[in-house]
Nanobody, 118 residues
Framework: QVQLVESGGGLVQAGGSLRLSCAAS????????MGWYRQAPGKQRELVAT???????TYADSVKGRFTISRDNARNTVYLQMNSLKPEDTAVYSC????????????WGQGTQVTVSS
């Protein structure tokens, strides 16, 4: 049973920073890819960033240059460093993972709320 547990969300002013963490119950190196998604009220869920087991990363255009996804294999944890936050970044952020795919994810965390005030 794979468990993903997010933490690090909260309330921050525009221009501020937050770092989200996603702790996996097993080795993150066993996942072909891990990702962060977000969903704002009334909007569809969108992919924010992904990182593969080889260390390749992808980002949504809306967060490029502001967000950084990284992985700590020793701690079985994936991070999302979010800088220069904007009110439109407000959403529930969820961690995801898959052992075989880099585009669809079988495992999901419960999500953590990020609220950016203007």
């Amino acid at each position: 049973q794979v468990q993903l547990v997010e933490s690090g969300g909260g309330l921050v002013q525009a221009g501020g920073s937050l770092r989200l963490s996603c702790a996996a119950s097993g080795s993150v190196f066993s996942f072909k890819a891990m990702g962060w998604y977000r969903q704002a009220p009334g909007k569809q869920r969108e992919l924010v960033a992904t990182i593969t087991s080889a260390g390749s990363t992808t980002y949504a255009d809306s967060v490029k240059g502001r967000f950084t996804i990284s992985r700590d294999n020793a701690r079985n944890t994936v991070y999302l460093q979010m800088n220069s936050l904007k009110p439109e970044d407000t959403a529930v952020y969820s961690c995801s993972a898959d052992r075989w795919s880099t585009v669809t994810f079988a495992y999901w965390g419960q999500g953590t709320q990020v609220t950016v005030s203007s």
